[in-house]
């Protein structure tokens, strides 16, 4: 029973467990899976701003540049002006219709800003990259900025303005250009330490983040940087994006300073801390349980206990009544039964009674603890059941029963357990002798065939009404009308003998009518024990 | 023959000894387990009566020490505790029988006779010593303590073979109840001679056909008792 309880607990208490730990745990990768796409995002939208910070700075410059070229305009003069005026502006071009550069020329004298600015350009003039790119620039942003300059209605805007990046030395160099209607074009240098600090003036000097940004040019060289990034930490960007046009090879990178486990770790405490809560208070719920039921069982079993060691104590006094009673009973002069005292009697009978009803308790007590096994060998039925006569022959000579029949017609030696067939024959002899005095008779009869043992218990007393011939095999109960009040009892004979009948492979059960209740208990001859 | 009875009741130890002696047997008694090794030891009785629940040695330490040096001595255990397993452990350490309390004396006289039997069987006995004999149609088994008569046995006390045998020896003579005392009693029991009469009316009550008009022990009022043959 134990061992059950404790299975059963442990199965309770392990399959709930290793259910919410399973879930637990999705649940936390899941989670963790969360946390991290969550912070990749948030880092990304941060990146994200400040390429577009740059992006808008771009913009502004590349309006400015516009403005002041269209202000300009083809006049060679103003443009060879503007580098000198403008800060944005490292060099000006003039391209004309037939696609000859006619500023700065070679065929006039150049200042050292011109020619060097025709050496950074050498390669853009006489590769044909310039045309070509002036080609597919003129088919790639044709939607992106015209409707710009046409708002600015203030200067005569060309159909389309377009950046050219190229590398030189120190890094990458933006032209600016458009082209007029005639087909010649203007283009301007932007002034390369204007453009950076410009873009750097935009950025932040630190970060709320706990991390590192870093933008760096095509060639993977640092532009700038904010924030920081402590020894130790990951060497690998979280996340990277490209700016866009025209500085699009250029590359803006976060670099956490904490782990991406360290930030999925709240998450997954969070978890752990809930699993752990639960486990305990599933552990406790299990232990009080086990606690309530083990006392429930250990009262159960003191119970039991301290029934068969009251059973145990009454049986040392008992046994003296019965043996000095029967030692009495000895001394006396046999030939007449009848000069016996009465009194002697008494005790015999009684103490006989006591045997019976404690045998009675004690095997009650013990079908629950550790059940009953039988122990057949080849008995006597005759001589059990004259045994049993001789012990009631008193007490039912006192009820007033006077006619006493026996009809015993099982011969022979059967393989019975006598002890058990001995309380079960009391018990319903008890039942008669209690309740069916008031026919003065009595009858046991018993017949055998083919291993079954019949038993029959006949009285003539007032019967037992229909509705309750099966309660009174339920234990404790006793009916109860004027005919039984007052009757002493226990409530567990009858229950028992069935009990113990059945477990003989038989059966005991009563017919009753208001003249005659017969008791028919049915055993079965077992294997003899060897 | 000669039973050691162990048991620390005291009303149950004499009544036992009583009922026992009243038998024919001899008693040696023990009221706790370290006095029944000690009793055994210096007593050497034919077989052996114990409680379980005693002071000083239990009756399994008990019967453990016995069969130490003995392995065939009959044991009975006496006991309260009739649970199976107390049953299993006492056969198991060597016991012949399991008697529960409270018991009827018949139970466990036939019990005891039982065991006497195989004690008998053990004991070497003297060239005197005769298996069985008869008296008219009755025969007596005296190592079986049994009477048989036709189909009818009986089981008999060692005191009642002795009286039959006294009859049988004395056969057409007058036994006295002295010589039934001296003979079945011993010397040295001084009891009244009712205890001679209500012995012989119990075993006539087993060997006779009509214990009220006796054939085999027939009273001669105001002597004793003959066997006619």
Not at chain 1, 118 to 145: C, G, I, M, P
Not at chain 1, 187 to 214: C, M, Q, T, W
Not at chain 1, 292 to 309: G, I
Not at chain 2, 33 to 41: C, F, L, N, T
């Amino acid at each position: 029973m134990r061992k059950t309880l404790v299975f059963s607990l442990l199965f309770l208490i392990l399959l709930p467990l290793v259910v919410i730990s399973w879930f637990s745990l999705n649940r936390m990768k899941e989670s963790g899976r969360i946390v991290e796409e969550q912070y990749r995002e948030s880092v990304h939208r941060e990146l994200q701003s400040h390429a577009v910070v740059i992006s808008g700075n771009i913009k502004n410059i590349e309006n400015e540049l516009l403005t002041q070229l269209t202000a300009a305009g083809t006049d060679i003069s103003k443009l060879q002006n503007l580098p000198e005026t403008s800060p944005l502006i490292r060099a000006t071009f003039y391209r004309n219709s037939a696609g000859e550069l006619t500023y700065p020329n070679n065929s006039r004298s150049l200042s050292e800003q011109e020619r060097l600015f025709l050496n950074r350009t050498k390669q853009l003039w006489e590769q044909e990259q310039f045309h070509v790119q002036l080609h597919a620039e003129q088919e790639n942003t044709r939607d992106s900025y015209p409707s710009k300059i046409k708002r600015q209605k203030k200067v005569s805007q060309p159909v389309q303005a377009n950046w050219l990046p190229w590398y030189w030395e120190e890094g990458v160099h933006l032209i600016l250009w458009f082209k007029n209607r005639d087909g010649s074009v203007i283009g301007a240098e932007v002034e390369r330490v204007y453009l950076l600090s410009s873009i750097i003036a935009k950025l932040p000097e630190k970060s709320d983040e706990k991390g590192l940004f870093v933008l760096k040019n095509g060639k993977n060289e640092l532009i700038y940087r904010w924030g920081e990034l402590p020894k130790g930490a990951a060497k690998e960007a979280l996340k990277e994006i490209n700016l866009t046009a025209p500085l699009d090879s250029w590359r803006l990178s976060y670099f956490s300073a904490i782990p991406l486990r360290d930030i999925t770790r709240v998450e997954k405490q969070n978890v752990i801390i809930l699993l752990i809560t639960v486990t305990l208070l599933i552990l406790f719920i299990g232990f009080y349980f086990y606690r309530e039921t083990s006392r429930d069982l250990h009262e159960a079993t003191h119970r039991v206990n301290f029934v068969n060691q009251v059973s145990h104590e009454l049986k040392t006094p008992l046994t003296n009544i019965r043996l000095y009673a029967e030692l009495l009973k000895e001394g006396f002069d046999d030939d007449d039964e009848e000069d016996h005292p009465t009194e002697l009697s008494i005790i015999l009978s009684e103490s006989q009674r006591l045997s019976r009803m404690i045998s009675n308790i004690l095997t009650f007590s013990k079908r629950e603890k550790t059940g009953i096994t039988l122990h057949p060998r080849e008995s006597d039925l005759n001589a059990v059941i004259e045994e049993l006569m001789e012990q009631f022959s008193i007490s039912l000579k006192r009820r007033g029963f006077t006619d006493i029949e026996l009809d015993l017609q099982c011969r022979g030696a059967l393989s019975i357990d006598a002890d058990i067939v001995s309380q079960i024959i009391a018990n319903c002899i008890s039942n008669a002798e209690k309740y069916g005095h008031s026919g003065h008779y009595l009858r046991i009869k018993t017949h055998c065939s083919n291993g079954d043992v019949h038993i029959h218990v006949t009285d003539h007393g007032p019967g037992i009404p229909t509705n309750r011939l099966k309660k009174i095999f339920s234990p404790y109960v006793r009916l109860s009308d004027k005919a039984t009040e007052g009757v002493s009892g226990t409530g567990i004979g009858l229950t028992l003998s069935r009990e113990l009948a059945r477990l003989h492979g038989g059966d005991l059960t009563v017919q009753s009518s208001p003249e005659e209740t017969t008791f028919h208990c049915l055993i079965k001859e077992m294997r003899r024990e060897i | 023959m000669k039973v050691l009875i162990a048991e620390d009741d005291i009303n149950i130890l004499e009544g036992l000894q009583r009922l026992l002696e009243k038998e024919g047997y001899n008693t040696v008694a023990a009221a706790n387990g370290a006095i029944a090794v000690d009793k055994y030891r210096d007593e050497n009785p034919d077989f052996v009566i114990l409680d379980i629940m005693m002071p000083e040695l239990n009756g399994y330490d008990v019967c453990k020490e016995i069969r130490k040096s003995d392995a065939t001595i009959p044991i009975i255990f006496l006991s309260a505790k009739s649970e199976e397993i107390d049953r299993v452990i006492g056969l198991e350490l060597g016991a012949d029988d399991f008697i529960s309390k409270p018991f009827g004396t018949r139970e466990l006289m036939a019990r005891v006779r039982a065991v006497s039997r195989r004690a008998l069987a053990q004991k070497p006995q003297n060239d005197s010593f005769e298996e069985s004999f008869t008296m008219g149609n009755l025969t007596v088994r005296c190592s079986e303590l049994r009477a048989e008569r036709g189909d009818l046995v009986v089981d008999i006390g060692p005191r009642d073979v002795e009286i039959l045998r006294l009859l049988k020896e004395n056969r057409g003579k007058v036994v006295t109840r002295n010589m039934l005392f001296d003979r079945c009693w011993g010397e040295d029991f001084f009891g009244s001679t009712r205890t001679v009469d209500q012995h012989i009316s119990q075993l006539r009550k087993k060997i006779e056909t009509n214990p009220k008009e006796p054939q085999i022990i027939i009273t001669v009022h105001g002597s004793g008792y003959r066997f006619e043959g």
